[in-house]
Each structure stands twice: as structure tokens, then as C-alpha cells.
């Protein structure tokens, strides 16, 4: 029997005991907008080279990964292929190179076991057809890995709007590439890269759908219709809703008509930005096993998931 013990931070392999070095590391999003390659930022992170062990003599067929501390993060099968930090990112200088990019935050989410590095692009400029100023938004690239099979390699384009007091809320992403930890993953990374090109059509296709958006009207019966959608009430009657999802729709609703963040109840612009702010400003977040309260914030917002969610959701009601 293999037993992960995070209490004592040891790995219990039958008679055999390990202990690592240091303590797991914590969620922090790291500014690294000093750093001009992979290396420099790994270098500053102070990350090197994690390892897989083989266990036959515990459990025949399965390995455990350790990382550069010696602390250990998973049982995986032997199958499993590790990509070690320099090899899940080394592709990114190219991809900042060729699209302009700056590096700007790196840092460890869920105990370590994933990485994140991003790195930011030019702005685009959305303007409100009432009003004189209308939206800035940031365009990135955020490349995520996993050292435990928990998560494929993927690189992903988002753009942040650039409104709020905390600087940014995710509006959409689309994951470009994705490839899961298989002995073939390495050329599979290398050939998706060479299709990796079309990352500004995908930013430009995103731009067009944001504008037909600013220019679709919607009311604020539609926009509590979404919100019913996505908190699962719809049809239910408010007596009959629980207080938790009814505070979040109510919330939600609250951000349609928001002219400090830059929302005016008109659009579905509005709505979906609606959604944005709600999930960064006013949804309830908490310290969960192996998360804090900030690092589960910091997840929440940044779910592409979601944020398609929400994007079907305005189609659903007003059919754009």
C-alpha cells in the first residue's frame, strides 16, 4: 500500500520512509516581467530538475515523482512521461518572440504540482457605441503544466479587461494547445507549435465576437434570465431558490448596470461583463484542502470553462 501522509510530508512505501527537504511549495503569483527567457524565470524561481522514481518493489507498474526540493507529489504509473520545467516552457521564448509577448507572472498552484508562466501582448480597444470611452482589453498567453498527471501541458490565450480596481477580469480563453504526459508529447508539442501561428487570428476572431456583442441590445429581464441559467434556477420560483445561488444571481445582476466598472445595462458586452466581475469582485471564494481562499480566487477567475459557460448562455437567451 502507498500512502501519501501531507501532515508529515513523508512518502510511506512499505518499510521504507523518505523525507523531503523542504516544505511543499505555496501558491504565489510571482512577478516576472524581469525575465526575458524560460531560463531567466526558472532561475529566478529557483526551480530545477524534478524526478521520476521507479517503485517494483511497492507497487509493481507505478512510479512516484519528486520534485526539485525531494519532495514527493504523486504516484503515477510508470507509463507516465515527466516533463520537467525546461522542457514544458522552453517553447515559450519562441511564441513571445514571434508574437511581441512580454513575460509578466509565473507561480505554483495546487500544492506545487502545477506551474503557470504568462506573458502579455498588445492591447485592444473596444469602443462603446453610447459613450465616449469604451474598453481596453489585454490580450495574453498563459502556458500551464502539471508534474503529476493531474493536468496536460496546455497553452492558452485570454483576454484580461482592464477596468477594474484590481487591474483585470477574465473575459474568455481558448486553449490552443494540449498535450497530455505520453512518451510521444515532445513531438506532439513540437508539431502543434509549428501550427501555433494562427494565436493572433484566434485574438483578432475573439476582438469581431466582442464588438457584435457591444452591439446586441439587451434588457435587464434577459439578463436576469442568464443569470438564473447559470446559477441553475431558471423556472424556480424565488421563495423556492437557495439563499446561496440567489445571493450570486443577485450579485450578478447587480454588475449589468455598473458604470464604474465600465458596465451600462444596455448590451451583452454588459452581460458578459457582468459575469467577469462577478466572478473577480463578489464570488464567494474559501481556504479548501491543499488551496487558500487567494488561490482558489485566482483559479476561479481564470476558468475558461466558465467563461464559455456563460458566452453559451447569452446565445441561449438573445441568439448571437
Known amino acids: ?16 520512509t523518505s523525507t523531503p527537504n523542504l516544505e511543499p511549495r505555496e501558491f504565489k503569483v510571482q512577478d516576472v516581467s524581469q525575465c ?29 515523482i519528486l520534485d526539485d526540493r525531494g519532495f514527493p507529489l504523486a504516484i503515477v504509473k510508470d507509463t507516465y512521461d515527466l516533463l520537467n520545467p525546461v522542457e514544458a516552457f522552453a517553447f515559450m521564448d519562441a511564441l513571445v518572440s514571434t508574437m511581441g509577448l512580454d513575460y509578466r507572472e509565473s ?54 479587461r482592464v477596468i477594474c480596481s484590481n487591474k483585470m477580469a477574465s473575459w474568455i480563453t481558448d486553449e490552443v494547445i494540449k498535450v497530455r504526459h505520453t512518451r510521444n ?3 506532439i508539442m513540437s508539431q502543434a507549435l509549428s501550427q501555433a501561428t494562427g494565436i493572433e487570428m484566434i485574438f483578432s476572431k475573439i476582438e469581431n465576437d466582442i464588438n457584435h456583442l457591444n452591439n446586441v441590445n439587451v434588457t435587464r429581464g434577459q439578463m436576469k434570465k442568464m443569470a ?8 424556480k420560483h424565488d421563495d423556492d431558490i437557495p439563499t446561496k445561488s440567489k445571493n450570486g444571481r443577485d450579485r450578478m445582476l447587480s454588475q449589468f448596470h455598473h458604470e464604474t466598472l465600465g458596465t451600462f445595462g444596455q448590451s451583452a458586452w454588459d452581460a458578459m461583463n457582468a459575469y467577469t466581475a462577478y466572478m473577480t469582485h463578489d464570488r464567494p471564494t474559501r481556504n479548501t484542502k491543499g488551496a487558500s481562499k487567494e488561490e482558489n480566487q485566482w483559479r476561479g477567475a481564470f476558468s475558461e470553462k466558465d467563461s464559455r459557460k456563460f458566452r453559451n448562455i447569452i446565445t441561449e437567451v438573445v441568439g448571437v
Not at 1 to 16: D, P, Y
Not at 124 to 143: E, F, M
Not at 228 to 235: P, T, W
Open 185 to 187: 508529447q515532445r513531438a
Open 36 to 64: 526575458k527567457s524560460i531560463n531567466d524565470i526558472l532561475s529566478f524561481l529557483n526551480i530545477k530538475d524534478y524526478s521520476k522514481e521507479d517503485i517494483p518493489q511497492v507497487c509493481k507498474g507505478y512510479s512516484r
Open 107 to 160: 507561480g505554483f498552484t495546487h500544492e506545487g504540482k502545477r506551474l503557470f508562466i504568462t506573458a502579455y501582448g498588445k492591447a485592444i480597444q473596444i469602443a462603446h457605441k453610447d459613450r465616449k470611452l469604451g474598453d481596453t482589453l489585454q490580450t495574453r498567453v498563459t502556458c500551464v503544466t502539471s508534474f503529476d498527471g493531474s493536468s496536460s501541458t496546455i497553452i492558452k490565450i485570454e483576454l484580461l
Open 228 to 235: 438564473n441559467k447559470y446559477f441553475k434556477i431558471d423556472g
Open 1 to 16: 500500500m502507498i500512502v501519501l501522509n501531507n501532515e508529515s510530508n513523508r512518502v510511506f512505501t512499505g518499510s521504507q
